[in-house]
């Protein structure tokens, strides 16, 4: 890592299990240049150096601007990559600022790898543990794993890994009761009341086999798999209903449901002198999710009487309560094929061709039950509303790095990656011709292209071809000391707007100015960049009419930062700190319709009035200017064992909700907050016992807030009386303490 020139942070194998990591949420927290946002389990958003724009993970939004891999596949999906179960990973590897070049698509902020231990063909060997452990003010949870490195000849060892982990609930839905204004029909949830009912379960497992066909070529087939089923909410209530927090007032069932399966194989050789890599892989991933929607049922009502146009056969009005039942199926197809010069000579290439291919089968029920056929969608059982979409990003790209060694000390580096992307969205999204004369139904221009849907209302197309490139120079001040600057570029493919009137958007760019150094002196190492951002055509997402997500390239953005971290080991005390500060703001004003001089003053094309929704200077949302992580360690023998004591201390500072400030008032910012983790054990060459406590003071940060109504009504929180909304906010979890025990053999 200390001899590649540019910013990565690295946890490895027994790091991960030091700090208690069993997911996505527990390893972003020590990587100083990351942001989560999450949601559930399996959908979290992770953002690098303060890139974001508010982005809400919609289905038919903007891609991420963070690649996510798994060893050599790119996992990415737009509604939160794949959550797997960390357990007999080699390391985490987090790549901060534009990886275009090498890595494509949606790596334009930066990459996270996840690194696989590979089939050893030394010997056969394994481990098994167990954990135990509860949350505060929850329910129990643990978990199961293990794996077996099975030695089957001199060239060829399988391994195999599994898991099980039970995640106690630690969220009461807790009973309430609402009478529809327009109807008197009144609402309790009796029937859900349930403490710690957002209980967890994730199972899966990993087959991996490596064979050495001869001394020089090497095959190595995966199949990896994952099941993870959850209940209930994962946010707390922000409202006059709720006493404490970790409280929530839900009327209908809440679930989800992840299901995925990646094939992949790797082939690695030579010929001649020069390496030779051919991977490829296949991802089904199947996602179903149940919603309360019945916040935005009562409150339109409240406000527009909406609850009148909801009625049975019989034309006697029913209640307007909502909620959502969506199944998100993902196929993704990938291939890359990479050829390498030797690397002791002074000039090294590169290069390779990349393709990959993701489908994307989106259907969402919006359910209002006993509603008349009249108004009813058609083809469904109570729909007031259907999206029933097919979705597809394709992107190939030729792509080469040159390195030529100038003197023993400087190195040049260019590369360059030429790319080609073609998106299209096409189905239906809507209410029924008898409930709207305007969307759904009445907006259709062709029979279904998408089965289960009633006819086509969207089908559109867009792609393009362009290049970025990466311009590095290195100095090696001596073995221990190196100085890099860089110039590289990101990019993030345009799309089609689910609101079929709308203009497809375009890609988004993100040039990176960077000086970084890498330093060992001693026991000591030191690490870290400064640099500069400029994000140029950003993706600015935002909720228009009806609720559905726009996009648009509206913005121009610069982010100024520095990040650091620092390690000192001695004998058997260790310490690591790690930092990065973001001054991420917008260069232009944001207006409710774009144009070329960036005048709010300026009406749109028809004539419609325009409006400023951000001035120069407002802070990029979601990510704090300030983050910072520290883990001190004491390891010391203790008779035939060694024992250790670690404390770890995560702090994430003030972040906004919106970009835009009316929409930032009324969710409101998100406050800094600490965390802390200790753990104690002993461990032998067999055996490893731990006691640990997670988020040890038991802080109850905010990471990402919600709220299910439009911004003209969500104005007082704390009103339940029809003027006002209910906020949700995802904290990280309460304090878990627990005790595990691994042995070897």
Not at 533 to 557: C, K, M, V, Y
Not at 560 to 588: H, K
Not at 603 to 627: C, I, Q, W
Not at 654 to 660: I, K, Q
């Amino acid at each position: 890592m200390q001899d590649v020139p540019i910013a990565i942070t690295a946890i490895g194998t027994e790091k991960l299990n030091q700090l208690q990591v069993n997911e996505f949420q527990d390893y972003v927290k020590f990587l100083p240049s990351v942001t989560i946002q999450s949601t559930a389990p399996g959908f979290s958003q992770v953002y690098f150096r303060g890139v974001a724009s508010g982005e809400n993970a919609n289905h038919s939004a903007s891609l991420p601007t963070v690649g996510v891999y798994l060893d050599e596949m790119p996992i990415t999906t737009i509604q939160g990559s794949l959550d797997l179960h960390v357990y007999d990973m080699a390391r985490v590897e987090a790549l901060a600022g534009p990886q275009g070049t090498l890595y494509g698509a949606s790596s334009m902020a930066g990459t996270i790898k996840l690194v696989s231990n590979q089939p050893d063909y030394s010997d056969t060997y394994g481990e098994i543990g167990v954990e135990l452990n509860r949350v505060s003010r929850g329910d129990l949870g643990g978990q199961v794993e293990g794996f077996i490195n099975a030695k089957l000849a001199d060239n060829a060892a399988l391994r195999m890994v599994g898991w099980y982990r039970k995640d106690g609930g630690y969220i009461d839905n807790i009973f309430g009761r609402r009478t529809y204004p327009t109807s008197g029909i009144t609402q309790n949830n009796a029937a859900f009341v349930e403490n710690d009912y957002n209980d967890a379960e994730t199972y899966g497992g990993r087959l991996s086999l490596g064979i050495e066909l001869d001394d020089s070529w090497t095959v190595k087939p995966t199949i990896m798999g994952q099941i993870q089923k959850n209940q209930g909410s994962f946010a707390q209530e922000r409202s006059s209903a709720v006493t404490r927090r970790q409280q929530t007032v839900q009327y209908n069932p809440e679930r989800g449901e992840d299901k995925w399966l990646q094939a992949a194989l790797t082939i690695e050789g030579k010929i001649g002198n020069w390496d030779i890599t051919a991977t490829g892989g296949h991802l089904r991933r199947k996602g179903k999710a149940d919603s309360d929607y019945s916040d935005y049922a009562f409150f339109y009502d409240a406000i527009y009487g909406y609850g009148a146009y909801f009625y049975d056969n019989a034309g006697a009005l029913v209640s307007p309560n909502q909620y959502i039942q969506a199944s998100d199926t993902y196929r993704r197809n990938f291939g890359e094929f990479r050829i390498a010069s030797p690397a002791d000579a002074p000039l090294r290439f590169i290069g390779g061709l990349f393709y990959q291919r993701q489908k994307h089968i989106i259907e969402q029920n919006y359910i209002v039950d006993d509603i008349a056929d009249s108004i009813t969608v058609t083809g469904t059982d109570s729909n007031i509303w259907l999206t029933k979409q097919k979705r597809i990003d394709r992107d190939q790209a030729v792509f080469g790095e040159l390195s030529y060694d100038i003197t023993d000390q400087l190195t040049l580096t260019g590369g360059v990656r030429v790319y080609h992307y073609k998106n299209s969205l096409v189905g239906f999204f809507g209410y029924s011709a008898g409930f709207s004369s305007q969307t759904g139904e009445a907006a259709c221009f062709g029979p279904a292209k998408v089965p289960g849907s009633p006819c086509t209302n969207l089908d559109k197309t867009t792609s393009d071809t362009d290049f970025i490139h990466k311009l590095n120079a290195t100095y090696k001040i001596n073995d221990d000391a190196l100085v890099y600057v860089t110039w590289s570029r990101g990019f993030r493919p345009g799309g089609i707007n689910r609101r079929g009137t709308l203009p497809p958007y375009g890609a988004d760019e993100l040039d990176n100015y960077e000086f970084g150094w890498k330093t060992t002196l001693g026991p000591i190492r030191w690490n870290g960049a400064v640099y500069q951002e400029d994000w140029n055509n950003i993706q600015l997402s935002f909720l228009g009419a009806n609720g559905l997500t726009e996009i648009r390239n509206a913005g121009i953005a610069r982010i100024r930062g520095i990040e650091t971290d620092v390690s000192f080991r001695s004998e058997g005390f260790s310490l690591n700190v790690g930092a990065s500060y973001n001054d991420a703001t917008i260069r232009r004003d944001f207006c409710a319709i774009a144009n070329a001089s960036f005048d709010c003053a300026i009406p749109g094309a028809a004539g419609e009035a325009n409006g400023l929704l951000a001035p120069a200077g407002s802070r990029l949302p979601t990510t704090a200017k300030f983050k910072g992580n520290a883990v001190a360690r004491y390891e010391f023998p203790v008779q035939e064992w060694d024992g250790h004591i670690q404390f770890a201390a995560n702090y994430i500072g003030n972040r906004r909700s919106d970009l835009r400030p009316v929409e930032n008032a009324i969710v409101g910012n998100f406050g800094a907050y600490t965390t802390a983790d200790f753990s104690l054990g002993m461990k032998n060459e067999l055996w490893n016992v731990e006691a640990f406590a997670t988020n040890l003071f038991n802080s109850n940060g905010v990471v990402n807030a919600a709220v299910q109504c439009g911004e003209s009504i969500c104005g007082d929180p704390g009103n339940a009386s029809g003027t006002g909304g209910v906020f949700y906010d995802y904290t990280v979890k309460p304090r878990i303490v627990g005790v595990k025990v691994a042995r070897k053999f």
